[in-house]
C-alpha cells in the first residue's frame, strides 16, 4: 500500500520564481524522508 502525505511550503525570493522553489525544495528536503516530488499549486508576485 502507498502512502502519500502532503505538506505546504512557502518559499520566497528577491531573485525568481525558480530560486524560490528551489530553496523550498531543499529545506523541505532536510526535514522531510523520502521526498520524490513536488507539485506547484499557486504562484503570487508581490511587487
Given at each position: 500500500m502507498a502512502i502519500a502525505r502532503?505538506?505546504?511550503i512557502i518559499a520566497g525570493s528577491p531573485k525568481s520564481?525558480?530560486?524560490?522553489?528551489e530553496k523550498g525544495i531543499a529545506r523541505a528536503n532536510k526535514t522531510l524522508k523520502n521526498l520524490?516530488?513536488?507539485w506547484v499549486q499557486d504562484q503570487k508576485?508581490?511587487?
Open positions: 502532503v505538506t505546504e520564481f525558480n530560486d524560490a522553489m520524490q516530488g513536488a508576485i508581490v511587487i
